[in-house]
């Protein structure tokens, strides 16, 4: 496998990736990966775009604006608009860069959401471990109205101070004692440095990203999905109820895949990120033979 780093445009920034192109391959698709919110190129989207290389899909793993080696400002915000057009920008690159005539994308986590919001620049779909979340759900995971309001009063006063003064207002993206992180708790994957905190990615969340990221609807997306999907999730990962409303709402066909795993087991753990893959692979190499 060959790696490089590549550099292209999105709405006035340079984004920055690594292509991982596999020795050979017979398969006419090339594939976009996008990981969890937070993350950078390093994380679970690099994990997922060296298997697909392995497998013999050229696989490009990016930082989104304002994360890792991309530019733009602010930093670390989680912003789903500006996310989803990188990933369409991703998608007209790889074209152009390895003359691929179609383009899948697989999504981990947040990415599975955002990539099926940007469906209209793919051929092909594998959501890994999906968090998709509605008005409903969303109320769910942060404490119902209070919960909600809160993060966004935070959220609004951020976005306030940085229109008035430049100053990006920082919380914790994960920590295991402060309320005000954007997770807390016993996120192991995030703060053990053998697995996700690695140097490149620092632990910042900018608060103004609360409203973007809350009011952000994935599942709504679901019925312009006409690409053909793969989901591959677990009852003990993140949100299955989402999934299944995704899944029932799709414009196309879907096939949803239940295997054993935690969230965090399919962003590290070896065989179940291998069995997500080998599914990942089945369904994209099914693209490519209907592609031609």
Known sequence: MNVQR???????????GDLHLPTSTSHPLAVVVAGSWTTVKEQMAGRYARGLAQRGFPALAFDFRGHGDSGGHPRHAELPAAKVADLRAAAAFLRRATGAAHVGGVGVCAG???LATAADALDTLVMVAPWLHDATLVGDVYGGETGLAERIRRGAQAQAEFDRTGVVRYVPAVSLTDPAAAMCGPFGYYLDPSRGAIPQWPNRFAELSWPHWLGFDAIAAAPAVTVPVTIVHSEDAALPAGVRKFAALLGGSSTVYWQAGTQFDFYDDEPTVDA?????????ATGSEEHG
């Open 276 to 284: 997500a893959l080998d599914l990942a692979a089945a369904h994209l």
């Open 6 to 16: 590549v550099e292209f445009p999105s709405a006035g920034e340079t984004l920055v």
């Open 112 to 114: 599975a959401g955002y």
